[in-house]
């Protein structure tokens, strides 16, 4: 089973900029399309952005144009680049394959909390 290493993620004040990192464990990025989750207390967990292996992206309302997911293949490495945060962009961030099956592993995610 893939395992999903998340990191990057940190305190920041309002309209601050974060990079997430997320290492996998073997190589399956020429495979999967690849996306970022979140999770804040109380709510549900939910897809933020995805990269499909050629590159496509497709982000959710709440960070388009604000946040960039991409992809290394050769480093099994997927990156969310977070501009312009925003406090209600607090919460814990997951990467993993899209759509996700109760099957697939998370990792131990990262936490972002935006605060001044």
């Known amino acids: 089973q893939v395992q999903f290493v998340e990191s990057g993620g940190d305190l920041v004040q309002p309209g601050g900029s974060l990079r997430l990192s997320c290492a996998a464990s073997?190589?399956?990025?020429?495979?999967?399309?690849l996306g970022w989750y979140h999770q804040a207390p109380g709510k549900q967990r939910e897809l933020v952005a995805s990269?499909?292996?050629?590159?496509?992206?497709n982000y959710a309302d709440s960070v388009k144009g604000r946040f960039t997911i991409s992809r290394d293949n050769a480093k099994n490495t997927v990156y969310l680049r977070m501009d312009s945060l925003k406090p209600e962009d607090s919460a814990v961030y997951y990467c993993?394959?899209?759509?996700?099956?109760?099957?697939?592993?998370w990792g131990q995610g990262t936490q972002v909390t935006v605060s001044s």
């Open positions: 073997k190589n399956i990025f020429s495979k999967y399309v």
């Open positions: 993993s394959v899209v759509p996700h099956h109760p099957w697939d592993s």
């Open positions: 990269v499909t292996s050629g590159g496509s992206t």
